[in-house]
Every structure is written in structure tokens, then in C-alpha cells.
């Protein structure tokens, strides 16, 4: 069978101690889980001894995990099993490492998959590495802050109008988007500077292509107008967006997070509750500014095209 290995870590402000306590604790996991926050209607039963959980949802499918062992608060080991949507199971555990000030938090797994699913083997590593450094992200947050800026809200197929808008393209990779997307949305605005009231709604981005094996991200940074320019500067381009129907999520909080969206709205789409237009591609709508709001109130809007 097919072997996977994934292993995500960060640098969390506490000691191993207080790491470890919120570890052990199935009951604590609700609140920065990357797969619970996409599938709130799922099922938790967490054991009186509070050594095992079990869950079952929609879009998270059904499986438990128990606590095997703890050594002091370095190690912490667990057995994983998944019943739905296939049946599998893993060897979870995280490492913590005291690094002055600081924890070096690493969460490691190994499983394999059915042999009929061997071709999604760099994929499938590849989500799974995603959704462990969403979680870490949010654990983070958690533990410094006493709470994750991250909430979701699902609010189905809605009827998209068609709009003109001027963009800039780039091609970069995950972890550069924080530094090029200002960069891009500050060369699009620069033809309207002088003409606001010719921007006719709010920025977005589309993604024409997300190669997540790759670590490789087309996009376009969009800004919509009444009219065309007259002159643009070389490298910023008008298009059309056509009137679309398409499945909406809201996430309110830090962009770091917004990958809880986009997970949870394609695992609707997996799941068959609603059916993904591929021909068109997805974006994200930003409903305030990063320059006048703070990160726990930032509004984005995230459409993923229907059928």
C-alpha cells in the first residue's frame, strides 16, 4: 500500500508545558481543529477519560483517535482511524522541542493509502501537509491568544452579476501571495487614482490555477470599473466576469486563515452538495481593507463557481 508522510512544524510562544496540556485535551481540539471549523453540524464524542474522541460529519467523514502515549511533555503519541470516506489508519504525534522563549511544535504522520488510490498519493500528502499547517496556525493563535480569528459562514448558491474589471496576472507560490498581492492590487489601482468613482465594486482574486503538489499559484488581481481606462500601464489588462451562479463562503478574520474557506468549500463540492463548475475559476471578494481594519475583522467573501 501506498506509505504517506507528513510532517508540519511552527514556533508557538509557551512553554512545552502549556502546549502539551491543550494536546492531551480532546476536548480543546474543537476549537482549533482544520477539520472541525469546515463541518460545524459534525458529531464529537470525546471519551470520559478524555483519551479518545470520535467524529462523524458530512464533509469530515467518520473515524476516531486515541492517545497511545505520553512522554513528559515531549512527545505525544496517537493511533488514528479512518472509517469514512475510506477505511485507513495512521500514527499521529507531535514533538515539542523547548527553544528559549519559544516551542518548536512538530505534528508528524504516517498512514498509506488503499492500493486503488496510489496515484493520489503526492496529492493526497499534500492536502493532508496543508491542513496540518492550517491547524498549527490556528493552535498558535489559540494557545497566545485564547482564541482563533477565524469563523465561517455558509451561505450557499448565490447568482454572481457580471462585471468589467482591469488586472494584473502572476505565477508564485504560496508562501510569496502575503508580499505580491499588495504589490499587484497597488499597480491595478494606480490608473484610478485620480477617478475613484470609476471603481465599481470591491477587489478580488481569481485563481486560474492552485497546484498544490507543485506549491505553484496563478492568479489575477481584479479591481472592477464602469469604464475601461484609456490608458494602462504595461501588464494590466481589462476582462470580463460573466454572470455566474456560485457557492458562498464568508470567513471573518486574519487572511492567514482564509484557507479554512477555501477547504470547506471545496469539500462541499466533494461531498455533493453542490456541483463544481470547473470551466470557470474560483475567487475571493475582499469586503474591507487590511490598511483599515484589523486582522480579526477582515471580511472576505470566497465563490467557487456551480453548476
Not at 507528513?6 to 491543550?22: D, G, P, R, Y
Not at 486563515?257 to 453542490?274: P, Q, V
Request: hydrophobic residues 40%; neutral net charge; proline residues 5%.
Amino acid at each position: 500500500m501506498p506509505k504517506m508522510h507528513v510532517e508540519k512544524s511552527i514556533a508557538i510562544n509557551a512553554t512545552t508545558e502549556k502546549i502539551a496540556t491543550v494536546l492531551k485535551n480532546f476536548n480543546e481540539w474543537k476549537a482549533w481543529s482544520p477539520w472541525l471549523i469546515m463541518d460545524p453540524q459534525a458529531t464529537v464524542t470525546i471519551a470520559d477519560d478524555n483519551k479518545s474522541y470520535a467524529w462523524e460529519g458530512k464533509r469530515v467523514g467518520e473515524g476516531n483517535m486515541v492517545i497511545d502515549n505520553v512522554i513528559a511533555n515531549e512527545e505525544i503519541n496517537y493511533s488514528l482511524t479512518f472509517l469514512k470516506p475510506w477505511k485507513s489508519k495512521a500514527k499521529v504525534k507531535f514533538v515539542l522541542t523547548q527553544e528559549n522563549e519559544n516551542t518548536k511544535l512538530t505534528w508528524l504522520m504516517d498512514s498509506s493509502l488503499p492500493f486503488f488510490l496510489f496515484f493520489l498519493k503526492k496529492m493526497m500528502t499534500a492536502f493532508i501537509g496543508m491542513d496540518y499547517e492550517r491547524g498549527l496556525t490556528m493552535l498558535k493563535e489559540y494557545i497566545e491568544q485564547g482564541e482563533v480569528n477565524s469563523t465561517l459562514g455558509f451561505e450557499g448558491i448565490h447568482t454572481v452579476d457580471s462585471c468589467q474589471y482591469i488586472a494584473v496576472k502572476r505565477t508564485c507560490s504560496a508562501e510569496e501571495l502575503e508580499k505580491s498581492m499588495p504589490e499587484d492590487f497597488g499597480r491595478v489601482y494606480a490608473p484610478l487614482m485620480e477617478n475613484m468613482d470609476n471603481v465599481a465594486g470591491n477587489p478580488f482574486t481569481i485563481y486560474d490555477k492552485w497546484d498544490v503538489v507543485n506549491n505553484k499559484v496563478n492568479y489575477k488581481a481584479c479591481v472592477p470599473v464602469k469604464e475601461i481606462p484609456s490608458e494602462l500601464a504595461e501588464g494590466i489588462f481589462s476582462e470580463k466576469l460573466p454572470q455566474l451562479k456560485a457557492n458562498k463562503i464568508k470567513h471573518t478574520g486574519a487572511y492567514h486563515h482564509l484557507g479554512n474557506a477555501w477547504t470547506a468549500a471545496y469539500s462541499m463540492g466533494r461531498n455533493k452538495e453542490f456541483k463544481i463548475n470547473k470551466k470557470t475559476p474560483p475567487f475571493e471578494v475582499y469586503l474591507n481593507s487590511p490598511k483599515d481594519t484589523a486582522p480579526k475583522d477582515l471580511m472576505v467573501e470566497v465563490f467557487i463557481p456551480a453548476k
